[in-house]
């Protein structure tokens, strides 16, 4: 067939509609030592994810580590399904459980700058079902809120709503509340915030750092006070301007191949935990939106987000935050009462006070946090570097690996 000009030019556009979103990884990895690494050194984080490949403690996953918003390392290492000999792929679509947080806390504090609340607002002004609060004791029963909840505490983790240890222990699990976010379910964000409303706080709000619900709350304070389900409010204010086409609370037919099974490690060996294909993600829109754990994302993808943190709020022209709110979001808001890998806890995520605070390598600064499934990221502004595991391994036994990259990573860098 004869290829006319206005043919060429209609072939053209399709390509191009066809093409991929770019991605902050779209130029090649730069020279290890003109982005300030030792390559010999480098080669340490290759061999530790390879090592534990090769002694089947983990399937696969993708690393990507970035310096001046250039990457450095963008690579996929072993398989993403064992049983069909899929290689993992840099566009792999992973499961991001609690690295959900993130987003859905950049979501709330989208409307904090727009003026629609304060931190320090009471969470019942929004959703009145938390008007009347109790606390569980350890010994049993119940007391009074001593003071309201507040928007504060949602985003801190001091609202005293965990994933079900503490004296309340009892009253979640009667309620159904264990792994809900992780399993097809009906219920509603709304009917499920209700009914989280009713159970007795596992602590006084503000006392002290319960990892837990407090950011599937929040992401439900984002639908009220937007007026948007959280999905949407989320597409539309982060991942769609930041060009994140593979983020969402579900994985649509056409791209279901790219999820990654779930492996764990049971009694020291690797197993098949779920398939992609019986995953609740590829089973169409959920219903049930968790702010806190529901997520899917590549790479790729999430590492545009965190870049724009990096960028305090900014990425290719794009502005999701200011800069004075990445710097409040970043700065430590719970000194001594903070639990994690740093000795600091912002909103969102923890970060590190001090050099040291890590107790490992690290730069005052740092912000980070991880997921279920072992996903890891570490964002440093000092250093103008971001590290980013993506793999898929839950339960992880006794692994070490998602924290150690961060080590090799920062043992790598030299100047």
Same mark, same amino acid.
């Given at each position: ?22 991605? *902050? ?10 982005? !300030? @690494? ?20 983990? *399937? ?8 001046? !918003? ?51 607002? $009471?969470?019942?002004?929004?959703? $009145?079902? @938390? ?10 029963? %119940? ?12 985003? /801190? ?35 499920? /915030?209700?009914?989280? *409303? ?48 593979? %983020?969402? @609370? ?47 994302? /590549? ?45 600091? @806890? ?44 993506? %793999? ?16 090799? /990573? ?6």
């Amino acid at each position: 067939m004869k290829t006319t000009p206005f043919l060429a030019l209609a072939l053209a556009l399709a390509c191009a509609a066809l093409t991929p979103a770019p991605t *902050a990884l779209a130029a090649p990895p730069q020279p290890a030592a003109a982005s !300030g @690494f030792s390559a010999p050194r480098l080669q340490r984080l290759d061999a530790a994810i390879d090592e534990q490949i090769a002694a089947r403690q983990l *399937a696969g996953g993708v690393m990507v580590v970035l310096r001046d !918003g250039k990457p450095v390392v963008f690579k996929a290492y072993g398989q993403r399904d064992i049983e069909h000999a899929l290689p993992m792929r840099t566009d792999t679509i992973f499961r991001i459980a609690s690295m959900t947080k993130a987003l859905t806390t950049v979501a709330a504090m989208i409307l904090y700058e727009e003026g629609r609340f304060l931190l320090k607002d $009471p969470v019942a002004r929004y959703l $009145p079902a @938390f008007a009347n609060l109790q606390v569980a004791l350890p010994g049993g029963g %119940t007391e009074k809120a001593r003071r309201p909840l507040t928007i504060h505490d949602l985003l /801190t983790h001091t609202a005293g709503m965990s994933y079900g240890p503490g004296p309340a222990k009892a009253a979640y699990d009667a309620a159904g509340m264990k792994d809900w976010y992780l399993v097809g379910h009906d219920e509603t964000l709304a009917a499920w /915030t209700d009914r989280l *409303a009713a159970l007795p706080l596992q602590s006084q709000p503000g006392e002290q750092f319960i990892y837990g619900y407090a950011t599937d709350v929040l992401g439900r304070l984002v639908e009220v006070v937007s007026g948007q389900p959280l999905d949407r409010f989320i597409k539309e204010r982060i991942t769609d301007p930041l060009r994140m086409p593979d %983020t969402g @609370f579900w994985v649509p037919p056409q791209k279901a191949d790219r999820l990654a099974n779930v492996y764990g490690l049971e009694g020291g060996q690797l197993k098949l935990m779920e398939t992609a294909e019986r995953s609740d993600f590829v089973r169409g829109p959920r219903k049930l939106l968790s702010g806190g754990a529901g997520m899917v994302s /590549t790479a790729g993808d999430y590492t545009r987000f965190l870049q724009m943190l990096l960028n305090r709020g900014e990425l290719d022209g794009v502005r999701i935050l200011s800069p004075h709110t990445v710097a409040l979001m970043t700065a430590d808001h719970l000194a001594e009462k903070a639990r994690g890998d740093a000795d600091g @806890f912002g909103l969102g995520f923890w970060v590190n006070v001090r050099r040291g605070g890590f107790k490992e390598l690290g730069s005052e600064g740092a912000f980070g946090w991880g997921s279920a499934y072992f996903p890891q990221y570490t964002v440093d502004p000092k250093e103008r570097l971001v590290i980013l595991l993506m %793999t898929q391994l839950r339960p992880a036994g006794n692994s070490t690996l998602a924290l150690r990259v961060r080590n090799l /990573t920062y043992q790598a860098l030299v100047r």
